[in-house]
């Protein structure tokens, strides 16, 4: 049974910074691309930063570019989102998600596993 298990969100001031981490187990954590993904209250669930297995190549949402970076640990089955210099408009829910498209950072199909995600709240 895959499970996926994120932490770290929270309250923030504007400026501010957090950092997420993502637990995937029941699966080959490192032959599948990983990424976050953010829906806010009102809106479509949107790719915010995604990573291939290998972590050599990611995307990012342009809106975040500069701000914020995605990284793996394949020996830990861990996947990370630094997000610094955050803003009101980041405020969302951020679900961690495996086995995605890190190219367009898409579900691309339905061979992928999501977990229950993380309140990020940015106050101005």
């Known amino acids: 049974q895959v499970q996926v298990a994120e932490s770290g969100g929270g309250l923030v001031q504007a400026g501010g910074s957090l950092r997420l981490s993502c637990i995937v187990s029941?699966?080959?954590?490192?032959?599948?691309?990983t990424g976050w993904f953010r829906q806010g209250a009102g809106k479509e669930r949107e790719g915010v930063a995604c990573?291939?297995?290998?972590?050599?190549?990611?995307f990012y949402k342009d809106s975040v570019k500069g701000r914020f970076a995605i990284s793996r640990d394949n020996a830990k089955n861990t996947l990370y989102l630094q997000m610094n210099n955050l803003k009101p408009e980041d405020t969302a829910t951020y679900v961690c998600a495996a086995g995605i498209d890190y190219r367009d950072c898409s579900p691309a199909d339905d061979d992928n596993y999501w977990g229950q995600g993380t309140q990020v709240t940015v106050s101005s």
């Open positions: 990573i291939s297995r290998t972590g050599g190549s990611t």
């Open positions: 029941g699966l080959s954590f490192g032959d599948v691309a």
